[in-house]
């Protein structure tokens, strides 16, 4: 069955940077892509950013493009998401999600997540 | 961006009930169109895509309407473990979420 694991939980300082990372398993990693979602406390899901497992291409959310690198280690089966200065604003559960593309459309709906991971962004 | 807007916020409701959420787009996004079910501290749990394809292993109590910037996710008889919040997301152009409806016991 499709698995995503992620990383533990992490707490950083404002102005670090931190970096999620998502092993899949149970399917051709390079077949799908990788989605990134966030959810800050008591606040609805916010789509970050994608990467294209197969060929590494990306693309992320006006939003985050500055702070914001997500890579993927093919023969790891593995997706990360790096975010850098950060802010309080940033603290929030971080979820890998695996996406399906539909022709035509221009994003993924996304079927299968990870469990999420909190990063607290605190002094 | 593509707002999306989900009513209502919170709805009460009884064990059997017929429950509709409403989620509305600020453009057209033809059915480029997810339904999602959050329980607290849990990943969300993909229902809907395509605005009216029911995802596989998700129970058939659950279904979606709608095209261009008027949605809804109707639960037919609600059960027990469909308490709940409820996220549309548009996937036209790039990924955008509603802000969520929440399904308590009434």
């Known amino acids: 069955q499709v698995q995503l694991v992620q990383s533990g939980a992490e707490v950083k300082t404002p102005g670090a940077s931190v970096k999620v990372s998502c092993k899949a398993s149970?399917?051709?990693?390079?077949?799908?892509?990788i989605n990134w979602v966030r959810q800050a406390p008591g606040q609805r899901l916010e789509w970050m950013g994608w990467?294209?497992?197969?060929?590494?291409?990306?693309k992320y959310s006006q939003k985050f493009q500055a702070r914001i690198t997500i890579t993927r280690d093919t023969s790891a089966s593995t997706a990360s998401m790096e975010l850098s200065s950060l802010r309080s604003e940033d603290t929030a559960v971080y979820y890998c999600?695996?996406?399906?593309?539909?022709?035509?459309?221009?994003?993924?709906?996304?079927?299968?997540w990870g469990q999420g991971t909190l990063v607290t962004v605190s002094t | 961006d593509i707002q999306m807007t989900q009513s209502p916020s919170t709805l009460s409701a009884s064990v059997g009930d017929r429950v509709t959420i409403t989620c509305r787009a600020s453009?057209?996004?033809?059915?480029?169109l997810a339904w999602y079910q959050q329980k607290p501290g849990k990943a969300p749990k993909l229902l809907i895509y395509?605005?009216?394809s029911l995802e596989t292993g998700v129970p058939s109590r659950f279904s979606g309407t709608g095209s261009g910037t008027e949605f809804t996710l109707t639960i037919s008889t609600l059960q027990p473990d469909d308490f709940a919040t409820y996220y549309c997301?548009?996937?036209?152009?790039?990924?955008?979420f509603g802000q969520g409806t929440k399904v308590e016991i009434k």
């Open positions: 395509k605005a009216s």
């Open positions: 997301q548009q996937y036209n152009s790039d990924s955008t």
């Open positions: 453009q057209s996004i033809s059915s480029w």
């Open positions: 999600a695996r996406g399906i593309w539909s022709i035509h459309s221009a994003s993924y709906y996304l079927d299968s």
């Open positions: 149970g399917y051709t990693f390079t077949n799908y892509a």
């Open positions: 990467i294209n497992a197969g060929n590494g291409h990306t």
